[in-house]
């Protein structure tokens, strides 16, 4: 169940991807990184296909989309092409995805996306544009001073993002409510979420690949 998500928004986007689709790419990068070809980190995504096809539903192809480090899903949704991006895989950037024709951005570090996203957002209200940001972070980063800070800055300053935080109750292989003695912030208003269960371990397929 997505929660918060815009029912004031039009759909804008009719994404090309399916379910199948999204996991036999990942299935596809999931065998290069078992045969030793991906050298570099990876993290697959599987399990929040459903959620991530009608959230994009909202986002234009104009848009500027911000991820994590498990962005491939989030990046073929946006329009990048999955030739390009399959090429950005091997070469080992993963984790790091930008695509600047398609707005799309992703970083490895924890929360960085966040004042990053904030900030493109300012601009466009202040250059007038139509565009919008979506900033999409894990359960973790969703707990952190940082994105509560850029939250509070939007909100007041009525910034044209959305948050979406996308919770599979761990960071990396921590539980995020024990890290946080049992107790999970409350989702604001404005803010979208969703809850899953990831196919994948947070770190490569759990198989040992020797390079």
């Known amino acids: 169940m997505i929660k918060n998500l815009v029912d004031d928004l039009p759909m804008v986007n009719n994404p090309l991807w399916d379910v199948a689709g999204l996991k036999q790419f990942e299935r596809k990068m999931a ?64 984790i790091t995805i930008v695509n600047k024709e398609h707005k799309f951005y992703s970083s490895a570090i ?28 894990g359960d973790m980063a969703f707990e952190t001073g940082g994105f509560y800070e850029m939250h509070k800055y939007a909100q007041r300053y009525n910034l044209p993002i959305h948050f979406v935080v996308e919770d599979n109750g761990v960071s990396t292989n921590t539980p995020t409510e024990e890290t946080w003695n049992g107790i999970k ?20 397929t759990g198989k040992w690949v020797i390079f």
């Open 185 to 204: 912030r409350e989702v604001p208003d404005d803010v979208i979420w969703y809850n899953y269960k990831k196919e994948w371990p947070h770190y490569g």
């Open 110 to 137: 924890v929360g960085a996306i966040i004042p990053i996203a904030t900030g493109v957002a300012l601009v466009n209200k202040k250059d007038g544009k139509t565009d919008k940001v979506w900033c999409f972070v």
């Open 31 to 94: 065998d290069y990184w078992e045969s030793g070809k991906v050298r570099g980190p990876i993290h697959l995504s599987g399990g929040n296909e459903e959620e991530l096809i009608e959230i994009f539903k909202y986002i234009k192809p104009t848009d500027s989309v911000f991820s994590t480090w498990r962005s491939h899903y989030h990046a073929l949704l946006h329009g990048v092409p999955s030739e390009w991006l399959e090429k950005e895989i091997l070469e080992g950037r993963s």
